[in-house]
C-alpha cells in the first residue's frame, strides 16, 4: 500500500509537472526550456561528457581520460571543471541521448524530472515524518513548485536539488528501524546531491550531519558506538565516492587564476532580508506585485500558502511542546528564580523586537532626549537576543521543559534548520533594503572552510530554506488533517490550488533568445542530431584535424551557440562559455575587438591560437558590419571554403 502510494503520488507530480510547464511537452524534442543561455551550456556539458562515456562503453578505454578535458577555451585543460559537471544528470538522461542523439529532448526530460523527484522526494520524507499521505503529498507540491525554483529554471544543477528529501527520508528510516537498506539508499542520494550541484555539496552536507545529530540526541544514542562506527564509515564512503569529481576543481584552482571569487561578487549574490518579499518576476501572480528589492538571485519569496502551512505547523508544535511541559510542571521555583525569568523574558522581548525591525527596516529608531535616532548596526542587538535565549533556557526550568516537549518528529530540526539556511543565504553582511546591518554567519564559512570562496552565489542557500519549508508546511496539512478530519481534506485541496497559482508563469517559455550587444539576436532554433547545420557536420567529419574559432568571439550570446555544436562535432574550439573564464579567452576577447581599426594585432592573436579553421555568422552582425569579419580574414590570405547561406567556413591553412 505504501509503495502504491508512492507510486501514485509521482503520477500525480508528472501530470502536473506537464500541465505547469504546458506547452514544453509538446516541443521537448526541439524547443529548450526556457532560455538559450545556462540551458544551452548544460547542454554542452552533457554532451561531452556523455559522449566520453559512450565511447568508453563502445571501446575506447582512453575516453575517460579526457572525461574532464572538455573541447572548449582551446587550449586549455579540465574546462569541464570550470562550471558544473553534472555527472549524475548526465548518466540520468545517458540511455536517452545514446538513443535519440537528441540533447535537447534529454535535456527537457531531465528537465521535467527535477519537479517530479523533488515532489516525491518530500513525499516519502513527509510521509515518515507525519505518517499521512495527503499532508506527505502537499508537501511535495511545496517542494517541487517552491516559488524560489521559477527564478532558477535556466540553472539545471540548481533545479537539481530532488536527492536532499531522499537523502533525509533514508537516513530517518535508519533511525526509525535500524536496517542497513535505507542507510545505503540515503548515502547513494547524497553522492548523488553532491555531484548534482557544487553549491548542495558545500551548502547541504552540513545540515546531513547536523540532522544525524539530532537524531542521535534525541535517541538519547550519545554512548551507543555501533551508531557512531556506522556513521563514520558511511561518511567516509561518502567521501570516497565524491573525491573523484572533486580532484579535477582542485587542480584547476592551484593555478590561482580560476576557482576564486571576489568578495564583491560574493556579496552582489546573496539574499537581502527584502528577497523574501520579492518573487519571481515570472510569477503570473505575484511577479510584479511581491518586488521587495529585486537584485540578481534575490527572489526568496516563499509563498504565501506555504508560509501559512509552515506557521500552521510550528503552531501545532509549540502547542503540543507546551502541553507536554504542563504534564511534567513541578510547581513554582524560588523567587530568585522566578524574578530572573520574569527579567529576562522583558529584556529578549526588547531585543527581539529590535532584531527583527533591524530585519525589516534596516534600522532601529530609539528615543533620545526627545528625538529618534536610527541605529543601523545590528550586530550587537542580534548577540545580545542570542545570549538572553541561551540564558533564558538555562534559567527557566519552564523554557527547558517546553524544548524537551517537542515532539519526536524532527519538527524542531527542520525549523531550526530553515532560519540557519535563511541567515546563509544573505552571506557574508546581512543587508536589509541594501542596506547592510552585521556581518552574517557565512563569512566565517569564506575564511575557514574551503571551497566556500570559490561559489558565487549565498543565495541558493534558499533551496535548502525551500525543502524545509515544505517540510514544515507537510506538519501544518498534518495538523489540520488532526483538528479537521473532513473539512481539511477540502482545504488542503483548495490550499494546493493556491500553491501552484503562485508559482504559475502562464505560457511556459521556451528557446528564449539573447540580445548580445552591438550584435543581432541569437537564432531560435536549435538543431540536433541529423538536423545539424552542414558546416557543423563538415567540421566534424572531415578527416584532417581541426581547430576552430567561430565569429563573434567574446559574446556571451553567440559564444553559447558555438559551444552547444562544439558537444555535437567535438573539435577544439577556441571559444567558450562557463562560469570562469580563462585568461587567454579574455586576452583573445580584447584582440578581436579591435577588428578592423587594428587588422594585424588580431590576426597575430589568431594564429597564436594554432587554430585551422574560422566560422563566420555574418548575420550575427548589424548590416553595416556584416562583411567586416570576412573581409578581414580575406585580406590576410585566409581561404573561404565552404559558405552556407550567411555562415562562411575558412581555412587557415
Known sequence: MTRRAAVLAAAIYTAITIGMTWPLALV????????????VFNSWVLLWTGGQVLAFLGGDFSALGRYWHGNIFYPERLTVAYSEHIAPQMLQGLPILAATDNIVLTYNLLFLSTFVLSGLGAFLLVRELTRSPLAAFV???????????????????????????????????????????????????????????????LFFGPFVGLYAVYEIASRR???????????????????????????????????GEIGVRDAGEIAMFAADTHAFATAPGWSRLWGERMTGLVRPEGEAFPGLVIVALALVGLGWGLRTAISRARETHGGPGPPWREFATGVLVVLWLAHLYGAISFLVTGELAVPIDGAWAAYRQASGTFMRTLALSLALVA???????????????????????????????????????????????????????????????????????????????????????????????????????????????????????????????????LYTGDRLPPLYKVIRDGAEPVV????????????????????YHRRPLVNGYSGFFPESWQTLTYAFSLIPTDS????????????????????????????????????????????????????LR
Not at 521537448?28 to 540551458?39: F, N, R
Not at 536539488?161 to 542507510?183: D, I, K, S
Not at 579535477?248 to 592551484?254: K, S
Not at 565569429?551 to 558537444?567: E, I, K, N, R
Request: with cysteine; proline share 7%.
Open 139 to 201: 508537501a511535495g507540491l511545496a517542494f517541487a513548485f517552491a516559488p524560489y525554483r521559477l527564478a532558477q529554471m535556466s540553472h539545471l544543477q540548481v533545479l537539481s536539488a530532488q536527492w536532499m528529501p531522499f537523502v533525509l527520508y533514508g537516513f530517518r528510516r535508519y533511525f526509525e528501524t535500524g536496517r542497513r537498506a535505507p542507510l545505503i539508499g540515503g548515502a547513494a542520494a547524497l553522492v548523488a546531491q553532491n555531484l548534482s550541484c557544487g553549491y548542495y555539496l
Open 600 to 651: 594585424d594585432a588580431p590576426w597575430r592573436a589568431l594564429v597564436d591560437t594554432r587554430a585551422t579553421h574560422v566560422l563566420v555568422h555574418e548575420a550575427a552582425y548589424p548590416a553595416s558590419r556584416q562583411h567586416q569579419v570576412t573581409d578581414w580574414l580575406r585580406t590576410h590570405g585566409a581561404i573561404e571554403v565552404l559558405s552556407d547561406g550567411t555562415d562562411k567556413l575558412f581555412t
Open 395 to 525: 534559567v527557566s526550568p519552564w523554557t527547558r521543559r517546553v524544548l524537551r516537549g517537542a515532539p519526536r518528529s524532527a519538527l524542531g530540526y527542520f525549523a531550526g534548520a530553515a532560519v540557519l539556511a535563511a541567515l546563509l543565504a544573505m552571506g557574508p553582511s546581512i543587508s536589509a533594503a541594501g542596506q547592510p546591518i552585521s556581518p552574517g554567519p557565512y563569512a566565517w564559512l569564506v575564511s575557514f572552510v574551503p571551497g566556500f570562496d570559490g561559489v558565487r552565489v549565498p543565495a541558493r542557500y534558499l533551496m535548502l530554506v525551500a525543502l524545509f519549508l515544505a517540510v514544515l508546511a507537510g506538519y501544518g496539512a498534518a495538523a489540520l488533517l488532526r483538528w479537521w478530519p473532513r473539512a481539511a481534506v477540502v482545504a488542503l485541496a483548495v490550499l494546493s490550488c493556491g500553491l501552484l497559482t503562485e508559482w504559475w508563469p502562464g505560457r511556459f517559455p521556451t528557446n528564449v533568445r539573447l540580445a548580445a550587444e552591438g550584435l543581432e539576436v541569437t537564432p531560435r532554433t
Open 28 to 39: 521537448a524534442d526541439k524547443e529548450i526550456a526556457w532560455d538559450l543561455g545556462d540551458p
Open 221 to 255: 544514542l550519545w554512548g551507543d558506538w555501533r551508531v557512531w562506527r556506522t556513521w563514520i564509515v558511511t561518511a567516509a564512503v561518502v567521501g570516497v565516492c565524491t573525491w573523484p569529481f572533486l580532484s579535477p576543481y582542485l587542480e584547476v584552482r592551484e593555478g
Open 548 to 567: 576552430l574559432v567561430e565569429f563573434p568571439f567574446g559574446a556571451p550570446a553567440w559564444d553559447l551557440q558555438s559551444v552547444f555544436y562544439a558537444g
